[in-house]
């Protein structure tokens, strides 16, 4: 499994499914916005905005990078996306960075991670606090970013003793802490924020390949895309032990994103080039093609 691949970006994908792909050739990563709007990440060219069926491009491209993760969020000044961004392979040399932009995808901030070699795979945010916590697909370390200071930079939070290739991270507000998807490990991991204790909240032999996380803070349902396995999963976070369960009897092919967004869960399937939204039971309620 390629590095590439972890960070869900890939840019030789250009299948056309006839007119609504003018919009998402390669849908890779979708977020909800705190309006109830759906972003999606397009590896080959930017960010696609979904608003009940329509859709319309957000930001075109990224120039010299390409998105791997965002993540939307509603902070004291307003709602606002944070994009992961990696250089685009044979283009020069540059950092990674987070870009921070308005909801007319306009750069509001930047910071970039200078680390020769790091790699920023997902993003999560803290909105009380204001804090984002990026993990390195490369070096196996969370980051975490003051956002209150306009000249911070990154600081290593912690480094995973013996990652696999670290992907998806999101933040359970609830708990204090990160959930995090190794996904070449086919793990996920739960990183207290206080202490900086790490436990393996789930090991190998499940799930195969934990691309993408989404949760349900209401009712602590941890949502899983495993492309490998062509399935999404669930499990509970307030039980004893994290046990996944296959989410829905719906057949997916490639699904690389979920999210959760008033009451019901949306799952991008690269392999279909559709968005598809879920009612919390697994029925399908409706898809929308890319």
């Given at each position: 499994m390629s590095e590439h691949r972890v960070v869900r970006t890939v840019i030789a994908c250009w299948f056309l499914?006839?007119?609504?792909?003018?919009?998402?050739?390669?849908?890779?990563?979708?977020?909800?916005?705190?309006?109830g709007d759906l972003v999606i990440v397009d590896g080959s060219r930017g960010i696609v905005n979904v608003s009940g069926s329509a859709k319309s491009?957000?930001?075109n491209n990224f120039e010299i990078f390409?998105?791997?993760?965002?993540?939307?969020?509603?902070?004291?000044?307003?709602?606002?996306?944070?994009?992961?961004?990696r250089l685009r392979p044979g283009v020069g040399s540059s950092f990674p960075r987070?870009?921070?932009?308005?909801?007319?995808?306009?750069?509001?901030?930047?910071?970039?991670?200078?680390?020769?070699?790091?790699?920023?795979?997902?993003?999560?945010?803290?909105?009380?606090?204001?804090?984002?916590?990026?993990s390195d697909s490369h070096y196996g370390v969370i980051y975490k970013l003051d956002l209150k200071n306009s000249r911070a930079s990154f600081e290593t939070m912690i480094r995973i003793?013996?990652?696999?290739?670290?992907?998806?991270?999101?933040?359970?507000?609830?708990?204090?802490?990160?959930l995090v998807g190794d996904v070449k490990q086919g793990r996920i991991l739960a990183v207290t924020i206080a202490d900086k204790r790490v436990e393996v909240?789930?090991?190998r032999g499940t799930i195969r390949e934990p691309i993408a996380l989404a949760l349900d803070p209401?009712?602590?349902?941890?949502?899983?895309?495993?492309?490998?396995?062509?399935?999404?999963?669930?499990?509970?976070?307030?039980?004893?032990?994290?046990?996944?369960?296959?989410?829905?009897?719906?057949?997916?092919?490639d699904p690389c994103g979920v999210a959760w967004s008033k009451g019901t869960l949306w799952v991008i399937d690269?392999?279909?080039?559709?968005?598809?939204?879920?009612?919390?039971?697994?029925?399908?309620?409706?898809?929308i093609g890319m």
């Open positions: 499914l006839g007119a609504s792909s003018l919009f998402a050739a390669d849908p890779a990563v979708v977020a909800a916005l705190p309006s491009n957000l930001i390409e998105a791997t993760d965002l993540t939307g969020v509603r902070l004291k000044d307003g709602d606002t996306l944070f994009v992961t961004l987070l870009s921070r932009r308005s909801l007319t995808g306009k750069e509001v901030g930047q910071w970039s991670l200078r680390v020769p070699g790091g790699v920023l795979a997902s993003v999560a945010i803290d909105p009380n606090r204001q804090i984002a916590y990026c003793r013996d990652p696999g290739t670290l992907g998806p991270v999101i933040f359970d507000a609830k708990r204090q802490r990160l909240l789930l090991d209401a009712t602590d349902r941890l949502y899983v895309a495993d492309p490998t396995k062509e399935r999404v999963w669930v499990g509970n976070l307030a039980e004893k032990r994290f046990t996944p369960q296959t989410f829905s009897r719906y057949r997916f092919r690269r392999g279909t080039k559709r968005l598809s939204q879920f009612a919390a039971d697994g029925n399908p309620l409706k898809h």
